[in-house]
T-cell receptor
Framework: DARVTQTPRHKVTEMGQEVTMRCQPI?????VFWYRQTMMQGLELLAY????????DSGMPKDRFSAEMPDATLATLKIQPSEPRDSAVYFC???????????????FGAGSRLTVL | GQNIDQPTEMTATEGAIVQINCTYQ??????LFWYQQHAGEAPTFLSY????GLEEKGRFSSFLSRSKGYSYLLLKELQMKDSASYLC??????????????FGSGTRLSIRP
């Protein structure tokens, strides 16, 4: 049963601390998306990658957020320094995009719930 | 700009039928998705439409009209377990299946006995 694995599942930290969230996409998937979900904003796209290359991170606050894929099995989202307004659930999702288009259905991880005090 | 609109909340009765609408305005279009999300869980894929018309999958059907920027999700024979949020999402690049997928804010559906 293929799944997207995210760590940590829960994180409580103090304002100003660095937070790193990790995601292991499904083996063979070539696209990875990071979303943030809050009650007010719904699912916001932060960044996404295709074949490990960043395609769009315009949804991300550049001064404090960074997203990388050091290899095909790991995607990271880092916040430094964290602020209370960053409190949210962060989802990673992966999919398979092919030359012939296709759906590229996303499979989501369980999410990382971040609370910044 | 990009905009995806859905009703915030809906209520329906067990055994009945409910239709959840979604309208979108995006810079491009290359497919529309519906996802289901139970409280405290991750979204899971329900359906995909890229051409106009109706796609049926068991109790769930999804319709798309590209000219009207409109889709709906139809749920039949409602069950209590269908209580969840339903998210409409659009892939906004007509040239690539690897383009961004943008979500609406979701419709929270409550089923009453």
């Amino acid at each position: 049963d293929a799944r997207v694995t995210q760590t940590p599942r829960h994180k409580v930290t103090e304002m100003g601390q660095e937070v790193t969230m990790r995601c292991q996409p499904i083996l063979g998937h070539n696209t990875v998306f990071w979303y943030r979900q809050t009650m007010m904003q719904g699912l916001e796209l932060l960044a996404y990658f295709r074949n490990r290359a960043p395609l769009d991170d315009s949804g991300m606050p550049k001064d404090r957020f960074s997203a990388e894929m050091p290899d095909a099995t790991l995607a990271t989202l880092k916040i430094q320094p964290s602020e209370p307004r960053d409190s949210a659930v962060y989802f990673c999702a992966s999919g398979l995009a092919t030359v012939n288009s296709g759906a590229n259905v996303l499979t989501f991880g369980a999410g990382s719930r971040l609370t910044v005090l | 700009g990009q905009n995806i609109d859905q009703p915030t909340e809906m209520t329906a009765t067990e055994g009945a039928i409910v239709q959840i609408n979604c309208t979108y305005q995006t810079s491009g279009f290359n497919g529309l998705f519906w996802y289901q999300q139970h409280a405290g869980e991750a979204p899971t894929f329900l359906s995909y439409n890229v051409l106009d018309g109706l796609e049926e999958k068991g109790r769930f059907s999804s319709f798309l009209s590209r000219s009207k920027g409109y889709s709906y999700l139809l749920l039949k024979e409602l069950q209590m377990k269908d209580s969840a949020s339903y998210l409409c999402a659009v892939r906004d690049d007509e040239y690539s299946s690897a383009s961004k997928i943008i979500f609406g804010s979701g419709t929270r559906l409550s089923i009453r006995p």
